[in-house]
């Protein structure tokens, strides 16, 4: 006997009331929309730090967790869209993470728990896309002017100022065209990158190739589990959800086409930037290859316009995606601010949305400026952030939701990924948080220098 429909937590009714939904969570876009949503909150500038990834794998284990990452994550990306659909069709459309989580596992301290990570990795990234968005402006000054005045904080607040006028666009629909062109800017850095790597691989003045590993087997151990959380924070999205909140319903089967577009980006751009870094410059590949390419004590190992532009990409890539990664916060502002009963563009709600959304953009911004360590942080948010989002629990919501039995192959391998990246984010989080604290003493506030 069929057991009853589940009652919705968030019924229509609640959600018709809800100006976060309703403005920044729009529902009109298409499944290619959806795509351009999740190349850019997937496909930024954190895949030049590939090759310093596999400087703590090597050529072998690289190459894997590469590959079964992006296999993981498409293949959990995918359930949790299967989930999605299912609320859908049982009447509970749901279009927030948080309570979608709510929902499935009947805990409310789920839903702390999701809004508190989503949270942590949103505003990280709005932080971290403000910083190297400043480093880019950095470089191209002190190439222009080498003896000029001016500092990383002052380039930041320019980037924070830009953000600011951006962070107006009312909805995450509204980002579509930005999103598309994230998409092209992406594909651009990512072939002068592979080009230029492969011309400094050829040149007179190529480094010497060492792919050796560390000697200490602990601290083999360490850069590992480091890597590996720097994989996953790279292929981590952690608002699928929300991307699919934009797309007009019904939703069947538009987010599976809107993933495959966005993974053929991944396979052309992932493994062109990680092999071709690694390849010229082994372990001894920078946190980000841009800056192995531009080295302090010697000239340029490529053609300075290719870089040039390459920095302007990257530079124009990290404002889209610091609008994506926003859109949370917005919609959790607005859906405590904003009158639905109001039009989007009412005094009443332009107002709010201004001030608010410009004292977090400024939050970011401040944050950007003072702590410009953030190439360590990046392992620790993979590690802590990602891996529980978009590892571990679409896994535990499909399973919970389809229930499929014990001795299924689906549901041996859900649990099976689920043990195998618990054990890797807690090592990976330990490993993080010790380079974190090896690093400590090169750390300074609004320091000029970004620390990798």
């Known amino acids: 006997m069929a057991s009853p ?27 290619w929309h959806a795509g351009f949503h999740l190349t850019t909150a997937i496909v930024g500038p ?8 596999f400087r703590g794998l090597g050529w072998g284990l690289g190459f894997l967790c590469l590959t079964a990452m992006g296999v993981v994550t498409f293949y959990s990306y995918l359930l949790m869209s299967k989930v999605l659909e299912h609320c859908e069709k049982e009447g509970r459309r749901h279009i927030r993470f948080r309570e979608l989580a709510a929902d499935v596992l009947g ?31 950095q470089i191209m000054y002190s190439n222009l002017s080498p003896n000029g005045s001016l500092k990383l904080y002052e380039f930041i607040a320019m980037v924070t100022a830009v953000m600011i006028v951006l962070s107006q666009l ?6 579509r065209h930005i ?15 592979v080009g230029a790597c492969v011309h400094a691989g050829l040149s007179k003045n190529a480094p010497p190739r060492d792919y050796a590993l560390e000697s200490s087997e602990s601290a083999r151990i360490f850069s590992a589990f480091t890597s590996i959380s720097i994989i996953a924070a790279i292929y981590g999205n952690g608002i699928l959800p929300e991307i699919q909140a934009t797309l007009a319903p019904p939703v069947t089967g538009k987010m599976v086409k809107g993933l495959l577009m966005c993974y053929a980006v991944i396979f052309v751009t992932f493994y062109s930037a990680a092999v071709s870094g690694y390849w ?25 316009w290719v870089l040039g532009m390459g920095v302007v990409f990257v530079l124009l890539q990290l404002f889209a995606i610091g609008l994506v990664y ?6 959790i502002m607005e859906s405590q601010s904003a009158d639905v009963k109001q039009g989007i563009f009412s005094m009443r709600n332009l107002i709010p949305r201004i001030i608010l959304r410009t004292l977090y953009v400024v939050f970011c911004g401040f944050m950007a400026a003072m702590l410009p360590f953030f190439g360590d942080i990046n392992s620790v948010v993979g590690a802590i952030g990602f891996i529980p989002l978009d590892f571990v629990l679409p896994m535990v919501l499909y399973n919970k939701t389809f229930k499929p039995t014990k001795s299924s192959l689906t549901y041996l391998l859900n649990i099976s990924i689920i043990i195998v990246f618990t054990g890797a984010g807690l090592m990976g989080a330990f490993s993080s948080i010790r380079k974190l604290i090896l690093d400590a003493n090169q750390f300074k506030l609004f320091s000029s220098n970004v620390v990798d």
């Open 5 to 31: 429909p589940k009652p919705d937590a968030f019924p229509a009714p609640r959600r018709d009331a809800d100006a976060g939904a309703a403005f920044v969570l729009e529902s009109k876009g298409e499944w």
């Open 46 to 53: 954190t895949i030049l730090a590939l090759p310093y990834a």
């Open 107 to 137: 805990s409310g301290w789920m839903f702390y728990f999701v809004i508190f990570i989503q949270t942590a990795i949103n505003t990280g990234i709005g932080i971290g896309a403000i910083l190297l968005a400043g480093e880019c402006l």
């Open 170 to 175: 009312p909805t995450f629909h509204s980002l």
């Open 179 to 193: 999103n598309l062109g994230s998409l092209f800017l992406s594909l651009g850095y990512t072939f002068l990158v």
């Open 280 to 304: 010229v410059f082994g372990n001894k590949s920078n946190s980000n290859i841009l800056k192995s390419l531009l080295p302090d004590d010697g000239p340029a190992l490529a053609p300075t």
């Open 326 to 331: 926003s859109q949370v916060a917005y919609e």
